[in-house]
């Protein structure tokens, strides 16, 4: 059972340049989300899924699309890329969509440089 | 905005010792969770304590939580070099907020061999 999957681990962009983080998750849960984790700020949401089709935005959703075409993928998109956007970028899956209190399981993360 | 802030930011103990966390936020909650990260790693989930629960144990972990302090305080007892991470609460303000999980700035904590 692997989890939550997120590729690439580490990644190097210019600016300007457009990318996809993958997550992948193999629980069948139906929430998903993406945060980003800066020294000394915790995690902040990005975007979030309660399942397939459904996306809504988080504390800091600018820059950033997501899609949610089956269950098991949640790739997060950087359009543009910018130096501010450098930071470690995890996904997150539960089960039911957080209704029912249920903790969310983490990838490893992937580490974004822009230079 | 962070809901939850975390107090000490950083803490050093020997091992056996016991380390203890202190977790503030802001508005009301459906649950608060605790996270252990370790360097490098994605975070793990700890525990979870629900609104109406005031104390959890599991293992060498205790969690207390106060709603009317809106604060909770996380104990790891008789320490061990393992235990070496970052811990930061998060808070579930409940379905009316989408049952987004906000996150704290976490408390590193060193447990010295």
């Known amino acids: 059972n692997a989890g939550v999957t997120q590729t690439p681990k580490f990644q190097v962009l210019k600016t300007g340049q457009s990318m996809t983080l993958q997550c992948a998750q193999d629980?069948?849960?139906?929430?998903m989300s993406w945060y980003r984790q800066d020294p000394g700020m915790g995690l902040r949401l990005i975007h979030y899924?309660?399942?397939?089709?459904?996306?809504d935005q988080g504390e800091v959703p600018n820059g950033y699309n997501v899609s949610r075409s089956t269950t098991e993928d949640f790739p997060l998109r950087l359009l543009s890329a910018a130096p501010s956007q450098t930071s470690v970028y995890f996904c997150?899956?539960?089960?039911?969509?957080?209704?029912?209190?249920?903790?969310?399981?983490f990838g490893d993360g992937t580490r974004l440089s822009i230079l | 905005s962070q809901q939850g802030e975390e107090d000490p930011q950083a803490l050093s103990i020997q091992e056996g010792e016991n380390a203890t966390m202190n977790c503030s936020y802001k508005t009301s909650i459906n649950n608060l969770q605790w996270y252990r990260q370790n360097s490098g790693r994605g975070l793990v989930h700890l525990i979870l304590?629900?609104?109406?629960?005031r104390e959890k144990h599991s293992g060498r972990l205790r969690v207390t939580l106060d709603t009317s302090k809106k604060s909770s305080s996380l104990l790891i007892t008789a320490s061990r070099a393992a235990d070496t991470a970052s811990y930061f609460c998060?808070?579930?303000?409940?379905?009316?907020?989408?049952?987004?999980?906000?996150f704290g700035g976490g408390t590193r904590v060193l447990v010295k061999p």
């Open positions: 304590i629900r609104s109406n629960e």
């Open positions: 998060a808070t579930d303000e409940g379905k009316a907020a989408g049952n987004k999980l906000t």
């Open positions: 997150a899956s539960s089960s039911t969509g957080g209704y029912s209190n249920q903790p969310q399981h």
């Open positions: 629980m069948n849960h139906e929430y």
């Open positions: 899924s309660v399942g397939a089709g459904i996306t």
